[in-house]
């Protein structure tokens, strides 16, 4: 009985610490991600699209695109959908990220980008300042991390000059919402290289 | 013993318990940090007017602006292109001076006096931004509009200007004060203070200025509107976004 005693008070307190990925590593696992993004734009012998598969891998680990599709249509909207629909939008807001993402990779050239400060907001919230330096300019770009079921830190939104991208999405989603249906809002983002034409 | 073994069972299915409440708070959480600047409880008065406008702007950014501006990118060499751009940051200074000071950042005044006269000798006329390529002494950009946001005047709704583009309550009070400030407007109560002798050439002054800086930045434009699902709520977003982060700076 002691035995079983002593274990459980053992578990007890080592379930705790081994649970949590310390936070304190977010740095370091981020500049390792940044350093292994940089390398393969570096390289332009990759072909484009190997590039572009090899970086989201990388992305795929920390990001949580189902959350951050739910944020992007706001939690009212979201639960008023079926799963099959909720997963039809997912698919299409990751690809909307992702293309625009590959977008702005073109535009990449020699920039550095540095790991400035780690803020911790609350209990399950982090907050990564990054530095982007181009032509001796600084832009700022902040990852925001939130502690998951499985107590993984995953990013859950960007910060780009202090602009949030689900903000961004979010207030787009809303407006056609407002206006039109659901599936009319699938359909644009089916087309990502226009905004659609205004219907008079 | 078997008590004890109970206390600590239950306890440990408190904590399992806590846990699960966290989690499920943790989704209002993130519906509170969003819901902020949500489009129900948003002041959009004029949102009618504003998409007309958004889309006439970019039907004139798209066929007048953009195009003028990649052909004079044609006929002029970037080096020349940044030069000019240079040149007009640098004449801009005293909105950048007056607003620092108004906003009691003594620094970055300083530092601002120092980029315009070292620009405005050794980097001839402004051409070259001396201070900042040799001595890396950043620009601090502040305006008007940053000022009263500063002390604590909210932005009141959105307006999309012609040829500006989105603006808001206060950012037009902001421009207009700034442009009793700007050495490339033409103010007739200005008097002899005016650098240009006419409404004609502060137009024509503008125009260059506009048309040398989109040629700077049309790469990077298009490339941001692709992101756009709908312009004109994008824009608003992306502008009010921006504008009140240069506040909180």
Redesign the interface.
Known sequence: MKRILALLILTLLCAHPLLAIEESAIPTFMQSNIDTITNILRDKKIPQEERSKKIFTIFDSIFDYTLMSQLSLGGKQWTALSTSQQAEFSKLFEMKLKISYMEKLDLYTNEKMVIKNLEKIKDARIHLTTHLIKNNEVYEIIYKFYKDKNNNWMIYDVDILGVSIIQTYRTQFADVLAKESFSSLLEKLKQPDEPAPKKQ | ?RF??AC??S??FLCASDYIE??AH??DD??AE?QS????N?FDPLSGYNEVMT?INDKFYEYLLKPTAQGYAYVMPQMARNGVSNFFDNLFFPIRLVNNLLQLKFHNSLQETERFVLNSTMGILGFRDVA??ELNIKTHDEDFGQTLGYYGMGSGFHVVLPFFGPSNVRDIVGISVDMWLNPITYLEARGDANLLDNTGQAIAATAFYTVNKTSLHV??YD?F??????????L???YE??R???I?E
């Open positions: 013993m004890i073994l600590l069972m306890l440990s966290t989690t943790s989704s993130f519906e969003f600047t949500n489009n129900e948003l889309n900042g390529e790469k990077e490339n509107k692709k992101d756009a699902i709908e312009l004109y709520p994008f608003r977003n992306f976004s921006r009140d982060k240069l909180s």
